[in-house]
């Protein structure tokens, strides 16, 4: 007597849950992002050059700067200057020289062989004199280390198993991996071609991870790491749109 | 007799009150039915105003709050948005999809405001 209900109400139950699961809307979005930079005052930008360091498979400094200017070039609304690329370590080194210390460039290896190039970017009347050569332009530049890493530890995969019965079942395996892969840390740092100031300094930092015996070129891997940073340094000059959907609910 | 008249008094407003509690969450969903029709459209603004309407009908109710967040959203209003959100997940802190668009909202939020930016 008492099951006849329950069953009533149990199936109830489940209409009114699937009921309850038509009342959502996957709709798209598109958010718009202003930009960080007021970049009105410039017709132009200079993506001067990098200091670069890491491995030596690939050329930081030309590879960014190759890049930047042309992700520049088809999404922003500033004319890029085409001019060689400054060796920043040299200036660098120069500048270190004329303030009475005498230091020769050596390999950057590690971030903290960074710090003794750094203070290039605080130099205005270096960037004031770049910024007067190139018609007082937005001036980018930065650092860019790219260094190899490697990391030993367990991770979680799938793996497929197959039951008496012949049924396929897919189940997760903790099994204990050698990863190699690379690292990308660094700076962009907006100048203000007219004053040498900086107006905008932005870090990032971005890994990648593959199997030991998976043998990815170094080039490969560095585009891969610069097409997860690209979105937010162009969003830093201009307004960009991110596609999305979203659940409207009732 | 008077202390007896105190609890039935009660009893009657909270009688009273729960069919305009209801009346409210009616015409809260039917702007917010409206709000995900016009949306549907591209009517961003109309749906907006909707979502809106619905929030002030019934402040408790959760779908408004998240739908006017995806607004916000859509109309590049993070603070609002992040705000609305934030109310949904208050008023409903186990619903899924709610928590869903959040998270994805904090995606985009977070990539927009740099923690390292100077």
């Known amino acids: 007597m008492i099951a006849r209900p329950v069953r009533a109400l149990s199936s109830l139950v489940v209409v009114l849950l699937a009921a309850a699961c038509t009342n959502s809307f996957e709709i798209p979005i598109e958010t718009p992002i202003r930009p960080k930079l007021d970049v009105a005052a410039f017709q132009r930008v200079l993506v001067a050059g990098f200091i670069a360091g890491g491995t030596e498979d690939v050329d930081g400094n030309l590879e960014t700067t190759r890049l930047l200017r042309s992700q520049l070039r088809t999404k922003s609304q500033l004319r890029v200057i085409d001019s060689d690329v400054l060796p920043l370590v040299d200036v660098a080194s120069e500048g270190r020289d004329s303030g009475g210390v005498t230091t020769t460039p050596v390999a950057i290896k590690e971030e903290k062989d960074l710090e003794a190039y750094e203070h290039v970017f605080a130099n205005v009347e270096y960037w004031k004199k770049i910024g007067e050569e190139y018609q007082q332009p937005l001036i980018v530049t930065g650092t860019v280390m790219f260094t190899p890493l490697q990391r030993n530890s367990i991770v979680q995969r799938e793996q497929e198993v197959y039951d008496s019965f012949g049924r396929r079942r897919v189940v997760p395996v903790r099994t204990y991996m050698e990863r190699k892969g690379f690292s990308l840390d660094g700076r962009f740092i907006f100048i203000d071609g007219r004053s040498g100031a900086t107006l905008h300094s932005e870090s990032f930092g971005e890994q990648i991870l593959y199997n030991a015996n998976q043998t990815t070129p170094a080039l490969s891997s560095y585009f891969e790491l610069m097409d997860r940073l690209i979105p937010t340094f162009l969003s830093t000059l201009s307004s960009q749109k991110i596609k999305g959907t979203r659940i409207l609910l009732q | ?118």
Request: charged share 25%.
């Open chain 2, 1 to 118: 007799m008077r202390v007896a008249v105190v609890p039935i008094m009660l009893v009657l407003l909270a009688l009273a009150s729960a069919p305009l509690q209801a009346d409210a969450r009616s015409d809260a969903k039917k702007q917010v039915e409206f709000g995900i029709s016009v949306a549907q459209r591209g009517l961003w603004r109309e749906a907006i105003y909707r979502w809106e309407r619905a929030a002030q009908i019934d402040p408790s109710y959760a779908p408004a709050h998240n739908n006017l967040a995806i607004a916000y959203e859509h109309e590049g209003d993070l603070a609002k948005a992040r705000a609305a959100y934030e109310r949904a997940l208050e008023l409903e802190p186990g619903n899924a999809l709610i928590k869903q668009n959040y998270e994805l909202f904090r995606e985009i939020n977070d990539r927009t405001t740099s923690k390292s930016a100077q």
